[in-house]
């Protein structure tokens, strides 16, 4: 896939985050909690994420790819 393909997908799959950590390593994920503002505009949030230990890539190309092929 392109890297246009690879943010198209990104895009219409709401919900996902791309997270990094500080190890250089990359997660696309979905699974987590976050506070929901109660405003029509974006507003403060809290997110809290649930990164399993093979959900960590080494590059945000290999990180979407995974999310994408779940």
């Keep these: 896939m392109t890297d246009t393909e690879l943010l198209n997908w990104l895009e219409e799959n709401q919900g996902y985050a791309l ?3 500080d190890n250089k390593s990359w997660a696309c994920v979905c699974d987590g909690m976050q506070t929901v503002p109660f405003c029509p505009y974006p507003d403060d949030v809290q997110t809290t994420f649930f990164i399993e ?4 890539k080494s590059s945000i190309r290999e990180a979407i790819l995974a999310a994408i092929m779940q």
Excluded at 53 to 56: G, I
């Design 19 to 21: 997270v990094s950590d």
């Design 53 to 56: 230990k093979a959900a960590w």
